[in-house]
């Protein structure tokens, strides 16, 4: 039941926000009662029956195929993560197992993290468990290590100091709760995700209004502007790139994007020069 409810509101929350006008169909005027696009509209949008698409839309997903997936992925025009996370929720349904995914970093992994001494760089999973990092990224990263375990997600919502570390909060908590909604529909059996998603909504309104939104995302490479207590402003861009021998353990990497955090970061590292390589406890 709860994952046709997960299909249920992802449907009602990705209509919603298509006028007739976006999706290409007339408005013929009048007060719609409903935001977005009606059933039926989807439904036309899609190549399929009205009766159809509710019976999707109340969560009936089993059996479903690709080519009324993909017609429904055009119809409400899902990006990328958006038609994926539609993809894993209906294999959910059709009571398709979601692949392990590794929990740990192997020595080599440690190995090319070290490798990079230079930049910060550390390994997530997709919980956004911080898993291992380098020298540099363990002196970045401070604040959010002093958990246990080190969490991104619950450092941005549940630690006080987070908006002031994050200077661009708004935007990374957004990403943070869309990275975590996609991978519920990729891992819905994945206890640890559950609790943090329990957590996290138990201890913030900003999460559960972001949760509530139903938005999904992938891992890309985005802009981040922190306000580190070492050496202050820093400006950075990361990118993130998963392990081909590991789905679902991500190495990230950030870079300066100014002369001035490219200084602040060289004094940050030589600061903690003689510091050892830390592997965050899980």
């Not at 029956?49 to 025009?77: D, F, H, K, P, T």
């Amino acid at each position: 039941m709860e994952r046709q409810n997960e299909i249920r509101q992802f449907l009602t929350s990705r209509r919603s926000r298509l006028t007739p006008e976006q999706a290409g169909l007339p408005d013929f005027g009048g007060r719609r009662r409903v935001p977005g696009l009606r059933r039926e509209e989807v439904a036309l949008l899609a190549g399929m029956s009205r009766e159809y698409y509710v019976r999707l839309e109340r969560g009936n997903a089993a059996g479903v195929s690709e080519v009324i997936l993909e017609g429904l992925s055009r119809a409400l025009q899902l990006d990328a993560a958006e038609r994926a996370h539609l993809y894993d929720l209906a294999r959910v349904t059709s009571k398709n197992s979601a692949p392990t995914r590794p929990q740990a970093v192997r020595p080599i992994v440690q190995q090319l993290l070290d490798g990079m001494p230079e930049v910060p760089a550390f390994v997530q999973n997709s919980r956004l468990d911080v898993l291992a990092t380098n020298q540099l990224a363990a002196a970045l990263l401070a604040p959010v290590l002093g958990q246990s375990p080190a969490n991104l997600a619950r450092f941005t919502f549940l630690d006080p100091s987070a908006p002031v570390f994050y200077r661009n909060w708004s935007d990374l908590a957004a990403q943070k709760a869309a990275l975590l909604h996609a991978e519920t529909g990729r891992s819905p059996h994945d206890s640890e995700l559950t609790r943090l998603i329990g957590e996290l909504c138990a201890g913030s309104a900003n999460f559960r209004r972001l949760w509530a939104a139903h938005d999904v995302r992938e891992h890309q490479a985005c802009d981040t502007h922190l306000q580190h207590p070492v050496v202050g402003d820093l400006a950075l861009t990361c990118e993130g790139m998963e392990l081909t021998n590991d789905r679902g353990l991500f190495v990230i990497v950030y870079a300066p994007t100014d002369p001035a955090s490219s200084d602040r970061l060289l004094r940050l590292g030589e600061s903690y020069l003689t510091a050892p390589a830390t592997s965050p406890a899980t």
